[in-house]
Structure formats: structure tokens, C-alpha cells
């Protein structure tokens, strides 16, 4: 079965600090890995997909993350943090076959941004 | 483009009971799938349909149901209530048959039981 694992279930950065979230997978095939955010009371929100197209991906709102196999790694950053970024992020594994797919999510990260 | 809706917002009953949530999913999608958001947690994956019928599920008892409609809306049922149920249901649409199957989410329902 595939995981994902989401080191740190806080990180506090301050307004225009790099923001770094890590996420390491476990795969025995070539993963399809995806980052979403949570804002309070809200659903999720695609940020961005790795889908082997390209390992630097980049998604909405300046994040980006990097995939390394080597590493079984996933992490997600954002060169400079704005208050608007605080909210709860999820790396997630997509598990099956085309026909039907499940989305194995970590338990996340809660970004605190202060001015 | 209407995206995914789910109501209703929230919910509360009592142990025991009985809870029907539900969720159209966004144009042009014909896959809806159903996952629990307990707090402080990430979601977890509890079934998928496709085509009105059940097309994976996660590691949940039976008394998690559901249902898809021909219009591809769908309807997720829980029997017996327990305390442990209480979560954020999540739904999820998305467009199986070709390309990343990629799942687009609702806002989903907040169940409290009591």
C-alpha cells in the first residue's frame, strides 16, 4: 500500500520567509503525488500535481515542489510567505488503477505565517 | 462551470441514528468519491463510484453506504451512528476515462454526533 508521511504537523514562518513543507511518499510504482490546501471551514484545494511529466512543478498561489525519487521526497515551497498562505496543507498519493483511484492523504501541516 | 456542492452544511444528530449526506459533482465529471475528515486529521478514503456502482472503498465498516444517480450526484448514508463518526464529509468529482483522474472537492459537511 502506498503512504505518505508530513514531517512537522507545525511550522511557523514569518511574512516573507521561505516556506518549506515536507512530504515523503512510499511507493512500489511511480507515485502521482499532489499538494492541497485547507483554509478553515473549507474544503480541499488542488495546489499542485506530479503526474512524471516533470519532477520541478509549479502551482497556484507561488508554490512549487520537487520531486526526488532518490529521496522519496515531495516537499513543497514557497519563496516568500504572505499571511494569506497560513491554512493546513496535504501531500497525498493517488493508489489504483485509472478506472478507480483513491487519494491517500498525510495528516498534514498547519503553516502559521506572523507579520 | 458549477463546481462540487454538498449539503447540507452541517449536521447534527444523536448515536444511533441515521444521516444521508449529499454531493453533485462538478459538470462533466462521472466519478464521486466519499472521505472522512476526523479533527486534527487528513481526510481518509471511504468508497468511490462510477458509473452508479461501487468502484473501490476504503477501510470502513458496511454500515458506510452509498449511492450514485444517473445525473452523476451521489448520496453517502451512515447507519448506527457512533460518537467516532463525528468528522468533516468530504466529497470528491472527478472524470475517470482518460488524463490524471485528477478530484476536484467539495466544502464538505460537518457532522457532529451526540
Known amino acids: 500500500a502506498q503512504s505518505v508521511t508530513q514531517l512537522g504537523s507545525h511550522v511557523s514562518v514569518s511574512e516573507g520567509a521561505l516556506v518549506l513543507l515536507r512530504c515523503n511518499y512510499s511507493s512500489s510504482v511511480p507515485p502521482y503525488l499532489f499538494w492541497y490546501v485547507q483554509y478553515p471551514n473549507q474544503g480541499l484545494q488542488l495546489l499542485l500535481k506530479?503526474?512524471?511529466?516533470?519532477?520541478l512543478v509549479k502551482g497556484i498561489n507561488g508554490f512549487e515542489a520537487e520531486f526526488k525519487k532518490s529521496e522519496t521526497s515531495f516537499h513543497l515551497t514557497k519563496p516568500s510567505a504572505h499571511m494569506s498562505d497560513a491554512a493546513e496543507y496535504f501531500c497525498a498519493v493517488r493508489e489504483g488503477n485509472q478506472a478507480g483511484t483513491a487519494l491517500i492523504f498525510g495528516k498534514g501541516t498547519t503553516l502559521s505565517v506572523s507579520s | 462551470e458549477t463546481g462540487v456542492t454538498q449539503s447540507p452544511t452541517h449536521l447534527i444528530k444523536t448515536r444511533g441514528q441515521q444521516v444521508t449526506l449529499r454531493c453533485s459533482s462538478q459538470?462533466?465529471?462521472?466519478?464521486v468519491s466519499w472521505y472522512q475528515q476526523a479533527l486534527g486529521q487528513g481526510p481518509q478514503f471511504i468508497f468511490q463510484?462510477?458509473?452508479?456502482?461501487?468502484?473501490g472503498r476504503g477501510n470502513f465498516p458496511p454500515r458506510f453506504s452509498g449511492l450514485q444517480f444517473p445525473n452523476y450526484s451521489s448520496e453517502l448514508n451512515v447507519n448506527a451512528l457512533e460518537l467516532d463518526d463525528s468528522a468533516l464529509y468530504l466529497c470528491a468529482s472527478s472524470h475517470s476515462g482518460g488524463g490524471h483522474n485528477e478530484q476536484f472537492f467539495g466544502p464538505g459537511t460537518r457532522l457532529t454526533v451526540l
Open positions: 463510484y462510477y458509473r452508479e456502482e461501487e468502484n
Open positions: 506530479y503526474t512524471s511529466a516533470a519532477t
Open positions: 459538470s462533466g465529471h462521472n466519478t
